[in-house]
């Protein structure tokens, strides 16, 4: 008898915490003002489409593809959008001045100019180019954010004052 009430206990506290990370994943707004600051990229809640749309300004794009698209973060207990489109990046940036795929290039097409992108990927902060046969960088070309993410991939979402307090409350 003792085991099955421990049972039902257990059931109950897992149902209860089941419930509170539900209700968390629910709410961008809610789960930034408790975790305050987190890199782990989310999905968007389809409820956040249209604010997603209006901040980026898609409003041609369907509802599907800009939930598809669109990805969240937390920072300083807010909430941080970065639609990705057809190719930025919304992961953390490369400030890396050592590319291997760049060098190839550079070394198949001397004094080039520039490097593709599909080369050094649309996370790097830098413009690559050729001297002679070996990759180099200019200055960069890009911010990167506090948390290594490009700073003009992502835009803050405006939270509600009731949720902005306590998440200041928090941070005390």
Same mark, same amino acid.
């Given at each position: 008898m003792?085991?099955? #009430?421990?049972?039902? %206990?257990?059931?109950?506290? $897992? @149902?209860?915490?089941g419930?509170?990370? *539900?209700?968390?994943? /629910?709410?961008?707004?809610?789960l930034?003002?408790?975790?305050?600051?987190?890199?782990?990229l #989310?999905?968007?809640? %389809?409820?956040?489409?249209? $604010? @997603?749309?209006?901040i980026?300004?898609? *409003?041609a794009?369907? /509802?599907?593809?800009?939930?598809r698209?669109?990805?969240?973060?937390?920072?300083?207990?807010?909430?941080?959008l970065c639609?990705?489109?057809?190719?930025?990046s919304?992961?953390?940036a490369d400030?890396?001045r050592?590319?291997?795929a760049?060098?190839a290039?550079?070394?198949?097409?001397?004094?080039?100019?520039?490097?593709p992108?599909?080369?050094?990927?649309?996370?790097?902060?830098?413009?690559?180019?050729?001297?002679g046969?070996?990759?180099?960088?200019?200055?960069?070309?890009?911010?990167?954010?506090?948390?290594?993410?490009?700073?003009?991939?992502w835009?803050?979402?405006?939270?509600?004052?009731?949720?902005?307090?306590?998440?200041?409350?928090?941070?005390?």
């Open positions: 003792v085991a099955i #009430r421990q049972w039902v %206990a257990w059931i109950g506290m $897992a @149902a209860a915490l419930a509170a990370v *539900g209700a968390h994943a /629910a709410s961008p707004a809610a930034c003002a408790r975790l305050g600051t987190s890199d782990r #989310r999905a968007l809640p %389809a409820a956040l489409v249209p $604010a @997603a749309m209006r980026f300004k898609l *409003g794009m369907p /509802a599907a593809e800009v939930e698209s669109t990805v969240f973060r937390c920072f300083d207990h807010r909430v941080l639609n990705f489109g057809a190719n930025l919304c992961g953390k400030a890396r050592d590319l291997p760049a060098s290039w550079c070394a198949r097409h001397p004094g080039s100019s520039f490097i992108m599909y080369l050094t990927g649309h996370d790097t902060i830098y413009a690559w180019r050729c001297e046969a070996h990759a180099t960088t200019g200055a960069s070309r890009l911010r990167v954010d506090a948390r290594g993410f490009i700073a003009s991939h835009r803050r979402m405006e939270m509600t004052t009731g949720i902005a307090s306590a998440a200041r409350k928090m941070g005390q």
